[in-house]
């Protein structure tokens, strides 16, 4: 079956733009997770959803960042008045929600802030 | 979080064993361990994941310490193919799961 995917796989923004990172997570899965990496770093978790609510929000790096996510599938990240730090490639996995459940992650999108 | 200590990096040469380490000398006792891997331009996947016993799947084993405060990594005949950053990650019961920097792992021809 299709696997997670994520659009636009590629976005440069000017400065002080709002962005919005879509996220279709595999059909089924009711957890989903959205993590930043910045080059040569590690993931960096923000934000974990687990049907529509959002029981772990403490990863979203500033109030700029906001999540959210309807009828329990797709997921959209938003970041407003983006800034060159926010640059990075941004990840969205999903998984069953049901115990140490595998998490699948979708391609990624990579995010330029000019 | 509880968390984990891997090595910046280590190297292989093509089809012997790897032996990647894991220290998590504060892992609590409903922690359990999981392993990803990203491969270059990709995503992390799945490698394996463990609670007290050692397991094995089709990618790896995975030999955890009778005190849980470590682990270990085992890729059985390198490939090319598994060169990639390798992370060992505490996740308690049904909770999202945070990455630390991982092992990035070379692999010889």
């Known amino acids: 079956g299709a696997g997670v995917s994520q659009s636009p796989s590629n976005k440069v923004t000017e400065k002080g733009k709002d962005v919005e990172l879509r996220c279709d997570p595999i059909?089924?899965?009711?957890?989903l997770y959205w993590y930043r990496q910045s080059l040569g770093q590690g993931l960096e978790f923000l934000i974990y959803f687990q049907g529509n609510s959002a029981p772990d929000k403490s990863g979203l790096p500033s109030d700029r960042f906001s999540a959210e996510r309807t009828g329990g599938s797709v997921s959209t990240l938003t970041i407003q008045r983006t800034q060159q730090e926010d640059s990075a490639v941004y990840l969205c996995?999903?998984?069953?929600?049901?115990?140490?459940?595998?998490?699948?992650f979708g391609p990624g999108t990579r995010l330029t802030v000019t | 979080d509880a968390k984990t200590t891997q090595p910046n990096s280590m190297e292989s040469n093509e089809e012997e064993p790897v032996h990647l380490p894991c220290n998590h000398s504060t892992i609590s006792g409903t922690d359990y361990i999981h392993w990803y891997r990203q491969l270059p331009s990709q995503g992390p996947e799945y490698v394996i994941h463990?609670?007290?016993s050692n397991v094995n799947n089709r990618m790896a084993s995975l030999a955890i310490a009778e005190d849980r405060k470590s682990s270990t990594l085992i890729l059985h005949r390198a490939t090319l193919r598994d060169a990639a950053v390798y992370y060992c990650i505490l996740r308690e019961y049904n909770n999202d799961m945070r990455f630390g920097a991982g092992t990035r792992l070379t692999v010889k021809p």
């Open positions: 463990g609670l007290t």
């Open positions: 996995a999903s998984s069953s929600g049901l115990g140490q459940d595998e998490q699948y």
């Open positions: 059909s089924g899965h009711t957890a």
